[in-house]
Structures are given as C-alpha cells and as structure tokens.
C-alpha cells in the first residue's frame, strides 16, 4: 500500500493592543491549510483520495500580565474528491485513513466546526492555571497534527516550569474531542471511537 501526502501552510498572526492606555491586549491568530491525502492499495482492493481544507481562528484577551480569556473555532472542509461513505466492495471497509481528516463518525458531514478553545487562564512566572476548552500537548493526550482538527481537551489544567528543560503539568478532565470527530464527548463515550489495529495474522472475516 502507498501513500501520498502533501500538506500546505498558510499560517497568519494579527495583533490589536494598545499598552499605554490600558493593560488589555487583544491577540487575533489562525491558520489555514490544504491536506491531500491518497492511498493506493493492491490489485482490486478500492483507491481511496480526499482533499480537506480548512485551519483555525482564535482570538484571546489578555488582562494585565497574568490573566487571559481565548477561544478558537476549528474547521475542516471536505472537498469532494471522492465520496467516502462508500466502502470497497471487496472488504466491505471504509478509508482509515482519509476519512481521518473529516469526522469520521459522520461522514457526511462536509464540513465540520467545533469550537475548540474557550479557555480562562491564570499565569504566574512559574505556574499555569487553565480551566475551560484547551488543547494539550503530553504523552498521553497530545495534538496529533498529522489531521485537520487536533485533539483537544476540556476541564483544568496545572503547569510547573521548573526549569527551561524541566515541566511539571496535571489536570481533571470531563470531555475531550478526539481528533478526527467533529464533537466532545464525556471521557467514556470518547473510547472506542477508533477501530482496534490490524495485523496480518488476522483473517479479512474478524477485522
């Protein structure tokens, strides 16, 4: 099976503040992006290719030095290179992996927005304090770039800068919008929105 990527970037940062006349400072940012993505699989076996567009706005306040208000609305749109929901006639199975651009839970959906980011957040020079939507980047729970609108978090979350190389950082969730869905789920909904992994020693039946 071959795969063919091809990932632009336009990425752009505004900026509206006025220091001498008040501590409030206003930041607009975003970016836009195309991804295509194309696999290409043995003999018979279906082609699947999908072109998405789309990126991100976020705008946040900031308070003084310490506090900040933000949000930001992701969006990924489908452009109808191929039509998705259908499956190979042979496996009966959908992409894995261009769907992964989309929501890939409803797949009809051809363009997806989720407000991603609304967030308050307390910042000392050592310690972070954030509680809303958020997007994280950990072991566990982290971004994951490599699809149109990431993987991002609600609830509260705690950062330690030990030291320029050193961070400590814990936090409770209640909700999270796994990347490639268009929504949040509660902790438990959200496991399982994913198929198992494949391996060849696998029959085609018990996939």
Known sequence: MQKIYLLLFLPFLLHSQNPTESQVQGTLSGQWRSYYMNTVNKGDLK?????????????????????????????????GLQDLTVPDGTTGRLSRYEEG?????????????????????????KHRFTLGRIKINTPLINPQ??????????????????????????GVLNEIAPRSTGRFYTIGESIGTYPVGRSISRSTKSL
Do not use: C, H
């Open 101 to 125: 651009q989309f929501d890939r839970l409803d797949l009809e959906n051809d363009a997806v927005f989720l407000l991603g980011e609304l967030y308050l957040e307390y910042q000392l020079k």
């Open 145 to 170: 770039d490599g699809r149109m609108i990431p993987t991002l978090v609600q609830g509260f979350w705690y950062k330690y800068k030990a030291s320029p190389n050193g961070t400590f950082q814990f």
């Open 47 to 79: 082609d699947f290719r999908a072109l998405a567009t789309g990126g991100f706005l976020k705008y946040e306040l900031k308070f003084g030095n310490n506090l900040r208000l933000g949000s930001a609305l992701y969006n990924s749109t489908n452009m």
